[in-house]
């Protein structure tokens, strides 16, 4: 079973930038997705990022052009670059991975909802005003 350790979180004031890492203790074959999810205390935990196994990115509304999910295959380590962060950002931060056969020519992966069966234990980021 492979295991997900988030690390790179940490407190930042509104404007900052801070780069996620999502390390996988095995190789996490080519046929994964991989997201970032967060969740805020009190509400419920949302898609911030995804990247599919073709290499194919999707985006929260709230997060794009601020946020960049990439993933180095030979180190085995998804990446989340935040940047022109908000005090709404905050949150725990978990990397999730998981295979999605496309069912369909035109299937997109939900990559934004948190049906994942891997999930790392999560790396918290504050951010004050």
């Known amino acids: 079973q492979v295991e997900l350790m988030e690390s790179g979180g940490g407190s930042v004031q509104a404007g900052g930038s801070l780069r996620l890492s999502c390390a996988a203790s095995?190789?996490?074959?080519?046929?994964?997705?991989m997201a970032w999810f967060r969740q805020a205390p009190g509400k419920e935990r949302e898609g911030v990022a995804g990247i599919a196994d073709d290499g194919s990115t999707y985006y929260a509304d709230s997060v794009k052009g601020r946020f960049t999910i990439s993933k180095d295959n030979a180190r085995n380590t998804l990446y989340l670059q935040m940047n022109s962060l908000k005090v709404e950002d905050s949150g725990m931060y978990y990397c999730a991975a998981d295979e999605f056969p496309p069912e369909s020519p035109d299937y997109v992966p939900p990559l934004l909802t948190p049906d994942f069966a891997i999930w790392g234990q999560g790396t918290q980021v504050t951010v004050s005003s």
């Open positions: 095995a190789l996490i074959g080519s046929s994964y997705s």
